[in-house]
């Protein structure tokens, strides 16, 4: 793999695949037409998302190497790294990829509720794949996109191209819904998993050392991004991923309030919290008692 290509602009990109700029803030690039290349790793100061055509090599993503399938879709948020890794081999780009800056969101309901696509925060093996059916949808978007883009630009251009791109990200929320639902096979166990996580972690000196368990730790654990673990968990328990770390708190903290040798504050220690304040603001908040209304009540 040699050196970080860096593209800041959507312009860049095109050039670099050889695709002419229709509008300086938004693309749909066709990769057959890029020149025969090897791998690299590519730094992306915009929206990129990847439509897998054909085998090409392994797509790099941050530290890790992955052989994700044709039919699949794969988000990169501004600022983040990708690649392919070809084993030193030149091979030719298929697929596309949908660019778009920033800036061409921004006063717009898509740059208002960006954050609500947290699939841009998936990791590369958390990618979305594609049935038929999905991929002809996708498609018909990028055709859209692509017709806008080859119009005369006028005065209801960027809303139409806005609204198009905000359409297919919709379309992904359900694709991925569905996902979430059908490869029950990839997920199975892992709230099985992210319980087992919990219980052990509070068996442990953890909370006293680390303090309470992070979303983040545990999607770590699991070997999941924060954000498709953050998913998951809404999608099976309907609770987030927060709101289950609080709830397993509260049941050990419960078990524990009746031990009349431990003060509040010594277990609101032994549970990770560094202010046994926030430790009683939280239980009451859960429990409608105060751990002392709840020891003593109960």
């Known amino acids: 793999m040699e050196s970080i290509k860096r593209f800041e602009t959507i312009s860049d990109y095109n050039a670099f695949n050889n695709n002419e700029t229709l509008h300086p803030l938004v693309n749909v690039v066709d990769l057959s037409r890029a020149n025969p290349r090897q791998g690299s790793k590519m730094y992306f100061g915009f929206y990129t998302v990847f439509l897998k055509e054909v085998k090409c ?7 890790h190497t992955y052989d994700y399938q044709e039919g699949t879709l794969v988000f990169l948020a501004p600022g983040q790294v990708a690649g392919v890794n070809s084993n030193g081999e ?9 660019v778009f800056h920033p800036d061409l ?3 717009t309901s898509l740059g208002r509720n960006i954050q609500e696509y947290t699939f841009f925060g998936y990791q590369s093996n958390e990618a979305l794949h594609l049935s038929e059916r999905e991929r002809k949808i996708v498609m018909e978007c990028f055709s859209k996109i692509e017709y806008e883009l080859e119009h005369a630009i006028d005065k209801h251009s960027k809303r139409l191209i806005v609204s198009n791109l905000e359409l297919f990200l919709n379309y992904c929320i359900r694709f991925y819904d569905r996902q979430f ?3 029950d096979k990839a997920h199975k166990g892992i709230l099985e998993r992210f319980e087992h996580l919990l219980n052990e972690y509070f068996q442990t000196d953890k909370p006293q050392t680390i303090g309470l368990p ?4 545990c999607a770590n654990e699991l070997h999941l991004s924060a954000s498709y673990f953050g998913d998951l968990i809404k999608k099976e328990t309907g609770n987030t991923a927060q709101e289950y770390i609080q709830s397993k708190v509260i049941n050990v903290a419960k078990e524990r309030i009746f031990d009349q040798s431990k003060s509040v504050s010594q277990i609101a220690y032994e549970l990770g919290f560094k202010y046994p304040q926030h430790f009683s603001r939280l239980f009451k908040q ?3 008692q105060s751990p002392n209304e709840y020891r003593i009540l109960n």
């Open 105 to 107: 969101i921004h006063g």
């Open 57 to 63: 090599g392994d797509l790099m993503y941050g530290r």
């Open 181 to 183: 639902i059908t490869r």
């Open 90 to 98: 030149t091979y030719q780009p298929k697929g596309y990829a949908l």
């Open 286 to 288: 859960w429990v409608g």
């Open 214 to 217: 992070s979303v983040a730790f």
